[in-house]
């Protein structure tokens, strides 16, 4: 069975972009784009709201056609346009580049999609990601805090959410040489 894993940047304050969605900040280098290729070719889809689908759709398609791309860059455009895309939206009538476009959240599909074949399921967006979890549907979180404060912005989590999980357990960590560090968390086996 697949699993939903919430992936997500975030200043060490909590939010995944600071003030006029500006996300900057983001430290990341070299290192850490290979490690976000490596995982991340290995999903089966990528789920998101309609903001983070357009910010990677202005970028990622034809990224690798710049003659100054890096090669990190240049991988990850052919890992986004060819792993298959959900995007979450109510205004989006069509998303091109292997998307599919679903008006909301509703949990019944998403379990069907934990348990047809393939890679995990990668969620991303602060939106989007606080209806998987008022439905009680991501299993993993793999959080990368990067060391910088910010003040403001978009937080990842919600104020309040009926449905996150009380109890979790940390399967990993990893710090990058720029000083991210990587915090992967799992749900405890008991949902309830």
Known sequence: MRKVVLWSSVSLDGYIEGPGQDIGWHRVDEELHRHFNDELRQMGAFLSGRVT??????????????????????????IWRDTP???????????????????EVVPDEVRALTAGPGGDLALSG?????SFLEHDLVDEFRIYVHPVLVGGGTPLFPRTSTGMPASLRLVGTHRFGNGV????HARAADRS
């Open 53 to 78: 689908w357009e910010l990677m759709a202005d970028f990622w398609p034809t990224a690798d056609e710049d003659p100054g791309a890096e090669a990190v860059t240049a991988e990850f455009a052919a």
């Open 85 to 103: 895309k959900i995007v979450y939206s109510r205004t989006l009538d069509h998303a091109d580049w292997n998307t599919t476009v679903v008006r």
């Open 126 to 130: 602060a939106g989007v990601a606080a």
């Open 181 to 184: 560090v990587m915090t992967r």
